[in-house]
């Protein structure tokens, strides 16, 4: 089963995550099939490719709680 999910990178004490398609098996940070944005917390900036997450969870991938929130967020700014 496809996720769409944050895959943690940046320095210790200041997470950034990318957005990524992965197989739910994989580990958090593993090899993504697909990048489709970013979310940096400390900032509250986000930046998602909703026109590929649409077409990924049309062909049956899952979000996590906070990739929703993200989602949410950014259609109601646009």
């Not at 490719?49 to 899952?62: D, H, P, V, Y």
């Amino acid at each position: 089963m496809l996720k769409i999910r944050l895959k943690r990178f940046g320095r210790k004490k200041q997470p950034s995550y990318r957005v990524i398609v992965i197989d739910s098996r994989k580990p958090r940070d593993g090899k993504a099939i697909e990048e489709i944005g970013f979310h940096n917390p400390i900032t509250n900036k986000s930046q998602i490719s909703l026109e590929r997450a649409k077409k990924r969870i049309n062909e049956g991938a899952q979000t996590t709680k906070k990739v929703q929130q993200i989602i949410n967020q950014l259609e109601k700014q646009n």
